[in-house]
């Protein structure tokens, strides 16, 4: 196995030992779908504004008419973020509604642009639009019914290691550090079961778009390749998604010091977040990009189960 960012962290191989499927031998490079990335991240950067706003508009009411912006709200002794928490609180009801159902339409939305970029990180060679648009279209349903699952297991998964977690470190005779410490650990803990639900699901995913199949062949499959290179999945999966969370960490900290008492530093603080989206986006092609090797490695493309759609090898030679 040959690890890189562009090469997409996986060699390719069939596990049944035969030649390689000429449509899955030569998998295009993060670097050469530059433009399905960027379609990829102008949703994800158009998103993230659209959610920003209730919330940004709410805290430039409270702060916005100070010359320092922001900056109000970390003063010492915290009288202003106190009251800034106050006033928030009102709001806090209808403004997390707002929120959560947006977050679910542009998650909803957002399969499109994800589908996209699967496909392109999937084809030896681009394809036109007309040809990527019908294979979005057909992997649509499939996306939408493995989102939802995912969802509901994410959830179901947290929650079976939250809630009884949380009451045993509340039963524990520890200081409020400890008890804290102890939150932390079963918050960790929880993680894990939904991270690997999170691989599954984007494995499942990929299937879905890169092979046209539907939801329970998607899921076999992508359960197939998991199961077949649990720790190459695993470690392509952990180390960019640690580089995720130090972009996005970075962008914020950048925003922080930049603020907003200027136009020139409102500038810098949103390019500070854009620069952090755009490292995010070409991490997440580059997960995906692995995914497709991942599944390669399984089983040849024309593979049984495909639920009566075209396999990635026959859609190629069409």
Known sequence: MRESMDEGAIEPRSSTGAGIDPARARRPAVRERLGAVALYFGYRALASLLLAAPPSVLAARIVGEDPRGDALLFEPGGLMLLE???????AAAPLAAQLGVGA????????IPLAALIDALSRAAPASVQATSGRVARALGPLALLWGAALAAEVAAAA???????KL??????????????ALGVAAAALVPVAALGVLHDLAR????????????AVTRGLAALLAS?????????????????ALACGAWGMHVAGVSTGPRVAVAFGAGLAALAVA???????????????????PAEDAGNDGRPTAGEDAAR
Do not use: F, K, N
């Not at 679910?104 to 399969?111: H, I, T």
């Not at 990929?206 to 062949?217: M, P, S, T």
């Not at 092609?285 to 089983?299: E, T």
């Open 230 to 246: 649990p720790l190459a999945a695993a470690w392509a999966y952990a180390w960019r998604g640690a580089l995720v969370v130090v």
């Open 281 to 299: 986006a070409l991490l997440r092609a580059s997960w995906l990009a692995a995914a497709v090797r991942l599944l390669d490695r399984v089983a």
């Open 84 to 90: 800034a928490g106050r006033a928030a609180a009102i």
């Open 160 to 166: 079976l290691v939250l809630l009884p977690g949380m």
């Open 206 to 217: 990929v299937a879905a778009v890169a092979e046209q199949r539907g939801l329970h062949a």
């Open 169 to 182: 470190c509340a039963s524990l005779a520890l200081t409020p550090r400890g008890r804290d410490l102890a």
């Open 104 to 111: 679910l339409l542009v998650a909803a939305v957002g399969l």
